[in-house]
């Protein structure tokens, strides 16, 4: 067999096999579609779980975003719990039925494919981050996703622009494959000149953090982020946090960052949206790589979490006792 670090882990070939074993058991209610290729040509998948899901109705979107950086595999593996999840429990479970049928829920089970596939290629784990994007005129390779947005791209320190740094934003806002996809995905979502997906996680590993925007600045309130949305950012996080028991707080407060998903997601969609950093809290519990015997306890952990963020998709700004 070919080498693997821990074969606990869900695999890019597997994770096609799961996707579409999901739609095959539950074609009425999940759909597959490729959103585009990332840069070494793997398709960018997109699962869709609604009722007609053929359909476009008028319903609030959810987004979900897994495996960003390479070495985050967990992230892949709360993709996978999550469309088993949505779809086994659709006609069992009152309240997984309800927000199936009145939300459109997407699932993007790995934006970088190539990173995670290099990152579990050999006998032991790479410790691989970025994409696997040349450089010109550098050997080294890569683009850190999370700093590739076009939102206050490379404004504030929180990035690098040093092609070697694993922080590097790349040569220019969207340069990376991947993000393009997925920024023109979520553009695609604007229908009637109204973006359609209102909530949005991001998943990454580790530090078990639940975080909202902004990340380019300490400022809780600034250009394009009021008293209210971040109060509603807040609120969110800390009922979600009671969930899961991860740590609730604004994205700046681990460090700056530019260019990241969640302030393009809120700066330039207005998307209400937070980014998890899932299992284990610390190195010394396994850092990246903890055993794939956590994988069921640290994915089932998050139900609760996501659930409730599903309740609040409809407005979000309900939360606050706001109306938008
Ligand atoms: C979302 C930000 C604030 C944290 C994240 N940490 S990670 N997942 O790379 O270790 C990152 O640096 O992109
Ligand atoms: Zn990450």
Not at 166 to 183: F, H, Q
Not at 240 to 261: F, K
């Amino acid at each position: 067999p070919l080498a693997d670090p821990d074969p606990g882990y869900t695999s890019y070939a597997e994770l096609v096999g799961v996707v579409d074993e999901v739609v095959a058991a539950h074609p009425d209610i999940a759909a597959k579609s490729v959103i585009g290729q990332s840069h070494e040509g793997r398709d960018l998948v997109a699962v869709k779980i609604s009722d007609n899901v053929g359909v476009d109705e008028d319903q609030p979107e959810v987004l979900f975003v897994h495996a960003q950086h390479a070495r985050e595999h967990l992230t892949v593996e709360m993709a996978v719990h999550l469309m088993r999840l949505l779809t086994d429990g659709y006609g069992s479970d009152p309240r997984v039925t309800d927000l199936v049928d009145g939300r459109e829920i997407w699932i993007l089970p790995n934006v970088n494919p190539d990173g995670s596939e290099y990152d579990m290629a050999g006998s032991t784990w790479r410790d691989w981050r970025k994409n696997r994007q040349p450089n010109e005129g550098s050997a080294a390779l890569g683009t850190d996703l999370n700093r590739n947005w076009a939102y206050e791209w490379g404004c504030c320190g929180g990035s690098s622009g040093s092609p070697s740094s694993i922080t590097y934003r790349g040569p220019a806002p969207e340069s990376a494959p991947e993000v393009r996809v997925v920024a023109d995905f979520v553009r695609g979502r604007v229908v009637g000149g109204e973006q359609q997906i209102t909530t949005a996680i991001d998943f990454h590993t580790y530090s078990e953090l639940i975080l909202w925007p902004f990340g380019h600045t300490y400022d809780d309130v600034t250009d394009g982020m009021s008293q209210a949305e971040y109060d509603t950012h807040e609120a969110l996080g800390e009922h979600m946090a009671e969930a899961n028991g991860y740590t609730p707080q604004q994205s700046s407060d681990l460090y700056v960052t530019d260019g990241s998903i969640n302030d393009w997601l809120w700066g330039d969609q207005r998307i209400v949206n937070f980014t998890y950093e899932m299992y284990p809290r610390s190195a010394a519990d396994g850092g990246f790589y903890p055993p794939s015997s956590v994988i069921e306890r640290e994915t089932a952990r998050n139900e609760e979490a996501v659930l409730r963020l599903l309740d609040y998709a409809d407005c979000p700004y309900r939360i606050i006792g706001e109306e938008a």
